[in-house]
């Protein structure tokens, strides 16, 4: 399982030298990967939120745009990918977006992965003009619009937002941008928001970004269970379920003691989130993106490059296992230091309103 790692975009970062600082030191360190995410603005009295009537995380106050944090970080790093997990379609016109992909994949090299989602946060569509009861057709057009966009010129193109009318648009990606989506996957539901998601990815996606709630063999679990029903659906829809990758995020938050049953995936002490490391890898995770800097106990960048390299250095040590290909637990090491390509094409489409 290959190791990413989110990087520094809230208060208190100095984007100036820190965004390159950690780039620079993660990919010396074997990181695979270097991420960023998208929050366009924080409202004081938030119109929705995560816990309805509660305000936003703190964190939240603060997200510098990922195109250009991934920007800067491609300038001084060689090796790793970089990919936006997750960014909203729906807050972006999809040609203009399009194009800063393809820009961001020639300047750093092909290295770029385009991690989408639908967003939730009604502020923030209202920001743009955007009607977030309409983001899963967003997304679904901006999907449109990439494929178009990123495909040989002249490119024509007619959807609800956006006509292109037999033009050139460069540039082009340097290679082929996978594109993961985000979302939360019920395999239970069979219609609803929960069931498009999961139709979506697995018609038009490269792989899946979710965000595990359940921590321990519960979660991975779950998040199995999801992985499976997300490849019976794309092999249904006549796609090789094998060329998608399953990419957890770990939103790590430590304590000092051992958090309780209820606790939250990647969350408690070192050993706790250890644990939730080993059982993705167990879940056939291919990738995990630790993201040390979204809770409370975040100080300044420093530390958390610091626990980031402890945190490898110590599942590294531990050897975490996955499951092999037949399902059984298996010897392959939780680092293998993999860098292997996403192949394989999204095809087929869906239209709806589906949210995350």
């Known amino acids: 399982m290959r190791l990413g790692l989110r990087l520094p975009q809230r208060v208190g970062t100095d984007l100036r030298h820190d965004v390159t600082a950690v780039a620079r030191a993660a990919e010396q360190a074997g990181f695979d990967s270097l991420w960023a995410w998208e929050r366009l603005l924080f409202p004081v009295s938030p119109r929705s939120s995560l816990t309805p009537g509660e305000p936003w995380p703190p964190a939240y106050r603060q997200a510098a745009d990922p195109l250009v944090v991934l920007t800067a970080a491609a300038v001084v790093t060689e090796r790793v990918r970089l990919g936006t997990s997750v960014l909203i379609a729906g807050l972006h016109r999809p040609l203009q977006l ?72 460069l540039p082009k990606p340097a290679g082929r941008i996978p594109v993961l989506l985000g979302g939360d996957v019920d395999p239970t539901a069979t219609s609803g928001p929960r069931a498009r998601v999961l139709d979506r990815i697995a018609r038009r996606a490269d792989g899946w970004l979710p965000i595990p709630s359940a921590p321990g063999r519960a979660g991975a679990e779950r998040l199995r269970t999801a992985w499976d029903a997300i490849h019976q659906a794309a092999a249904a829809a006549g796609r090789d379920p094998s060329a998608m990758e399953l990419v957890v995020v770990g939103n790590v938050a430590f304590s000092d003691s051992p958090a309780g049953p209820g606790r939250s995936a990647f969350s408690g002490t070192r050993a706790q989130v250890l644990d939730d490391v080993a059982a993705a890898a167990d879940a056939g995770a291919d990738e995990l993106i630790l993201d040390l800097h979204l809770q409370d106990w975040w100080r300044d960048t420093a530390q958390m490059l610091d626990e980031a390299l402890e945190i490898r250095a110590l599942a590294t040590a531990a050897g975490v296992r996955r499951r092999n290909d037949g399902g059984a637990p298996g010897p392959v090491p939780w680092w293998d230091g993999a860098h292997d390509d996403v192949a394989g094409t999204a095809d087929g489409r869906t239209r709806d309103e589906a949210g995350r």
Do not use: C, K, N
């Open 98 to 169: 399009a194009r800063s992909m393809a820009t961001l994949d020639q300047v750093s090299g092909g290295r770029f992965v385009a991690g989408l989602g639908t967003g939730w946060a009604v502020d923030e569509f209202d920001a743009v003009g955007a009607d977030v009861t309409r983001r899963g057709r967003l997304l679904d057009e901006t999907l449109d619009v990439l494929r178009a966009a990123w495909g040989p010129d002249p490119v024509s193109y007619r959807g609800p937002h956006t006509l292109i009318d037999d033009a050139y648009v």
